[in-house]
């Protein structure tokens, strides 16, 4: 445990001298990378439909168990094709707890995305605050899996059918998950994942959509490929999309080991569990059924009153010791522009995104991060607990100081 004085904020050492962090990109096995690499380059097909992202799809296909996998450059791509392909118009009822990527990709092919609140236990779209938002201009809902979490699929399908609405869902964060035994990638009308370099499973840059819908994934085929459906026929307003052979090369070297990485990931969990448990005011956030979850993301929620600090100021004690936590996905995208303003995004209050904002934050997780550091981080987290009103007016001091650097003084006497 910590004396007051041996905080990093106070000057001590970090507990770590290298920043554990949210989103270290796993590294897929080496020889095999540059046994796929010599191969590609031997065949001197680089993109544009080669063997790699064939194989990288059906490899896809065959374990999620969907009809369809469409490779694509990236998650966000993979979310503006889907919903071309779809014919998505209007608005479309999404959450403001995610990546911004999830809105942006909308409006940045001109639909309105309208912000609908989550549920506090899954952090996912709550069925009774989509419907309140449904309009005459509404075409399609896109629930996202947040952190891995299963959305409520049955309630938002049977909303999605009373109302004729599309069911779209963004799955970015949910390769490995799966809800009542059924792998996400199999709900809704289609599902857009993200095989991005933070992700469980990647490719570096990359993406897919996920389907059953033979005429959806046909038309995703063309547009990835600017629409062209043969040498001298154009058949849709396409865009180039494609992923390369390069990204699915490392896409189906990163599958040979992500059951390793998931392991590894809830082995985490299940240590942060332990000691997050012993801390009073600190809340595990997620994983109704961690056999379903990939443990990507160690989400944790701070009860300021219990803890006797905020999630702002706890933060900062952490980052300062080497803990790079993060606060995805604050201030939330209705916060942000260009929905802030806009009456039509926002027409509904989020009371339950708005307090998760203020209260949860990730701790680093994957594969740099070892069992040993989470035991040191418990510790860290134990000594905050236990210094917790001097550290909370000792941040008070720091960060009135920075508004005004002449008080600088007051801090080194408040050790
Ligand atoms: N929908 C959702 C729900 C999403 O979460 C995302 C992406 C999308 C859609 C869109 O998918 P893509 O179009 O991106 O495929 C990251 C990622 O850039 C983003 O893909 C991801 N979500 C989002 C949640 O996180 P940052 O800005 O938080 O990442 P960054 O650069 O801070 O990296 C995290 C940590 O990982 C850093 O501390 C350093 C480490 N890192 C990162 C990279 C990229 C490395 O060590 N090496 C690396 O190459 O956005």
Redesign the pocket.
Known sequence: MKSLSEFSILGGPPTFST?L?????SMPNREALHRRMDEMLDSRQLTNGGQFVHAFESELQRRIGCRHVVCVC??????QILAKACDVSGEVIVPAM??V??PH?LQWIGLTPVFADIEAETQTLNPVSVEKCISNHTSAIMG?H?WGNPCQVADLQELADRHRLKLLF?A??AYGCSHQGIPIGRFGDAE?I??????VMHS????AILTDDDTIAERCRLMRNFGISGFTSISSAGINAKMSELAAAVGLTSLENVDEVIRGNRDRLEEYRAVIDSVPGLHLAIHRSDKQQNAQYVVVKVNEELLGLNRDSLMQVLRAEGV?V?S??SPGCHNAEPYRNNSTSLRTPLPVTDQLLQEVMQLPTGPGVTGTDVTKIGLLLQSIYQHRSSLRDLISKINHSKANPNNAAEISSAA
């Open positions: 920043n962090v949210v989103g270290m990109p990236n998650g966000t791509m993979a979310l995610t990546f990527a999830t990709a996202v947040l963004d970015s964060h857009a993200s095989f991005h370099a933070t992700k570096i840059e990359g993406g790079f993060r995805y996905f």
